[in-house]
Each structure stands twice: as structure tokens, then as C-alpha cells.
């Protein structure tokens, strides 16, 4: 099992900038496999759940949704099993509930979010233009 608590978030007008953190615990957590992610997704009322950044734990390899690339940079700290999202230049459209997630185990594209087993309760970003 995996556990994941977020934090971060809050409201800045458009331009502005936030930072998000999540920190995984748990046994389900390996950080020694080459197919441990961590990432981010978001959801916009009334819309799907979509994918922000995710990066590999084991060589820090990092992917990034067309969106925020250029204004978003995700990375780990390996000592305390956090991956942080430094959102830059932020737009209205970036406003949502995001959302950590990790994937220990499941086979897939790391843009997918049915990849991913485990999920935090979501931390609030909105954006005001």
C-alpha cells in the first residue's frame, strides 16, 4: 500500500506562480524499480481527469503534458520520497483539483491514468485572470 499527501495548492491570478509537493510512504512505495512513477493529473469541473507530469523514480526521467511544458517543472527528492511541481505563468485553464498519484506495478503509457494504482486526495489550484 502506498499512501500520499499532498500539499500546495491554493488561488494566484494568471501569471502567477505555485508549488506543489507530494510525499509517498508505505511498502508499496519502491523506490528501487525502474517502473516507479510519481505524477500529476488534473480535473476541471465538468471535465475528465488529465495528465500534468509524471517522473520515473529511478533515473528521474520526467514527461510532461504539451499544456504546461515550459511553464511546469515536476522533480524528486529521493531522501524524502517527494516529487514537487513548480507551476510557472500560470492560465486560467490551469485551474483544478491535481492530483498526486504513483504507479508501482501496472504496465502502460505513464500519460494513463489507469497506470497508476495509487492516488492522493487532490489539492485545489485555481487561477484568476
Known amino acids: 500500500q502506498v499512501e500520499l499527501v499532498e500539499s500546495g495548492g491554493g488561488m494566484v491570478q494568471a501569471g502567477g506562480s505555485l508549488r506543489l509537493s507530494c510525499t509517498a510512504s508505505g511498502r508499496g512505495f519502491i523506490t528501487a524499480a525502474g517502473k516507479t512513477l510519481m505524477g500529476w493529473f488534473r480535473q476541471a469541473p465538468g471535465k475528465e481527469r488529465e495528465f500534468v507530469s509524471a517522473?520515473?523514480?529511478?533515473?528521474?526521467?520526467?514527461y510532461y503534458a504539451d499544456s504546461v511544458k515550459g511553464r511546469f517543472t515536476i522533480s524528486r527528492d529521493s531522501a524524502k520520497n517527494t516529487a514537487t511541481l513548480q507551476m510557472n505563468s500560470l492560465k486560467s485553464e490551469d485551474t483544478g483539483v491535481y492530483y498526486c498519484a504513483v504507479r508501482s506495478h501496472r504496465f502502460g503509457s505513464e500519460y494513463d491514468a489507469s497506470v497508476y494504482e495509487y492516488w492522493g486526495q487532490g489539492t485545489q489550484v485555481t487561477v484568476s485572470s
Open positions: 517522473t520515473r523514480w529511478t533515473n528521474e526521467l520526467t
